[in-house]
């Protein structure tokens, strides 16, 4: 049971730069999410998703955009990659039941230089 | 600003023992609240829920206790094993679900 699968593991990118982060899941989840995690600072939201074709801004949604044109995956894009975004970004799933559970994939540790 | 702290950044505990984690929330409108463990190179996992119209939830050996008036949380792990060791956060979401803010982690060791 694949769950909720994050792919690149790594990057390693050039300011500048431009990269998109998958996030599928098998689970026929409605909600899909995609957060960054950075030292001291916990789990912040970027963007997410309450549905196929729908997204919406999070806590820190600057240089990021989403698209969710397929309910099963959730695509994080950087247009233009910066250092502040040097992160592990984390996708996470979930059908609402209970609220608040979410399924998480193992992160994509990102490097902006 | 964070609006869900975890102030200790880590916690070691003799196997055994009890863990107490603690988590303060400044937002008055949160209304359910969460942990969830993460162990390294893992994505964070589902521990233990509660709603703001309960001050106490069990599931074996975790419970969470809510202190609503004190915008207070904590998890409580009774008795600690060593594969316990993980970080543990806390977070918290209003009435719509959509948003779950995290606090920051706590790092709990269980020594054997």
């Known amino acids: 049971n694949a769950g909720v699968t994050q792919t690149p593991k790594f990057r390693v990118l050039k300011t500048g730069q431009s990269m998109t982060l998958l996030c599928a899941q098998d689970?026929?989840?409605?909600?899909m999410y995609w957060y960054r995690q950075d030292p001291g600072m916990g789990l912040r939201l970027i963007h997410y998703?309450?549905?196929?074709?729908?997204?919406a801004k999070g806590e820190v949604p600057d240089g990021y955009n989403v698209s969710r044109l397929k309910k099963q995956n959730f695509l994080l894009g950087l247009e233009s990659a910066a250092p502040s975004q040097t992160s592990v970004y984390f996708c996470?799933?979930?059908?609402?039941?209970?609220?608040?559970?979410?399924?998480f994939g193992s992160g994509t540790q990102l490097s902006v230089l | 600003d964070q609006q869900v702290k975890q102030n200790s950044p880590s916690l070691s505990v003799q196997e055994g023992r009890i863990s107490i984690l603690n988590c303060d929330y400044t937002?008055?409108?949160?209304?359910?609240f969460l942990w969830y463990k993460k162990y390294p190179a893992e994505g964070p996992t589902f521990l233990i829920s509660?709603?703001?119209?309960?001050d106490k939830n069990e599931d074996g050996r975790f419970t969470v206790f809510l202190n609503k008036s004190a915008k207070h949380l904590s998890l409580h792990i009774v008795p600690s094993q060593p594969g316990d060791s993980a970080v543990y956060f806390c977070?918290?979401?209003?009435?719509?679900?959509?948003?779950?803010?995290f606090g920051s982690g706590t790092k709990l060791n269980v020594k054997p």
């Open positions: 996470a799933s979930s059908d609402g039941t209970p609220p608040g559970k979410l399924f």
């Open positions: 689970m026929n989840h409605e909600y």
């Open positions: 998703s309450v549905g196929e074709g729908t997204t």
């Open positions: 937002n008055s409108m949160f209304d359910y």
């Open positions: 509660i709603s703001s119209i309960k």
């Open positions: 977070a918290a979401s209003e009435y719509n679900f959509n948003k779950f803010y």
